[in-house]
């Protein structure tokens, strides 16, 4: 029997995935994520056996407790969050404690009542992400046993994506930039070994992924590259990709971003308009970085 096709994308935050999930759950029917975009489902189970892998910081259980409820509000697209289980398989579904064998059953179910109209299911949890190599490889036989797995990720111009992360809260801006404008740009920077915001670090996690799923099935996808040209992506998905959504981030307009419908998560934090060239000569060891794994640096990314 022929395996299942599975999307898993693994972020990264506020560079796009939205409008990504839009792009091919919406405009060209490729794939469906089942109730909603991201329920976390892998980290919430890699949560639950913390003495195995190590601590997780962000429990996102109770996001998970609330997917069969939550994804019927207004804010996104009921089309592209529709199924067909029942009250009593939801309940089933999304309770805990979790496991990969539900997951994978899920995922399975769903298949059989999308699969006439899409090419496949997928996970578009950003949280996805943030998996320790040791999980997914644990996890990795199970799941390709029956799923035939494609790994997307998308980068944006880093500099950018860590000015939308920092400031997405309203309720921090303020603070966050008079402290910027002093010339402190720890507003960027978290406790982890490299001084940043972990998900800044776009080759560890693509390294990750290459090792679990294969480098050949693992699809680093630049932002502002797709939006103009979609080849790559088509190629990569093995299907034509005729348009994209519209994207708050491009073209990038800082405080002038348009309001689209269904992409608040975008434009909330674009009120302050960035300083590009002061930030890009603080970080610049970030694209160093990602020219050692990548072997250059996007165009795209250098204007």
Sequence with gaps: MAKIKLLLNVGIPYAATTPLWYTLAWDNKYCHTGHCKEPHW???IQFEQQEKYGKIKKDR????????TSYKKKGKPSEIQRTSFTSEEEQYFFSLPTSIEK????FKKHWDSVKNEYQCVADFSNSNCTLTKDFMMDIRDQILDVFD????????DPVRRLWSSSFCNENHIFWEFE???????????????RGIESLANYDVIYN????????QNVFPAIMEKIWKDTSELSN?????????????YYPELGSKSPHYEYLKDQWVGETIDIDYDRLRSKLEWLYTDFERTFGYIPEEWTK
């Design 42 to 44: 892998l980290d919430v």
């Design 208 to 215: 990750n992924h290459c090792a679990v799923w294969g480098k």
């Design 236 to 248: 990569f998905l093995g299907y034509k990709i005729d348009k994209m959504h519209r994207n708050v």
């Design 149 to 156: 797995v494609k790994v997307i990720m998308v980068f944006r």
């Design 179 to 193: 402290n910027y404008k002093k010339g402190d740009v720890s507003v960027f920077r978290r406790d982890t070994k």
């Design 103 to 106: 997951y994978i059953e899920y």
């Design 61 to 68: 259980r109770g996001w998970f407790l609330k997917v069969p």
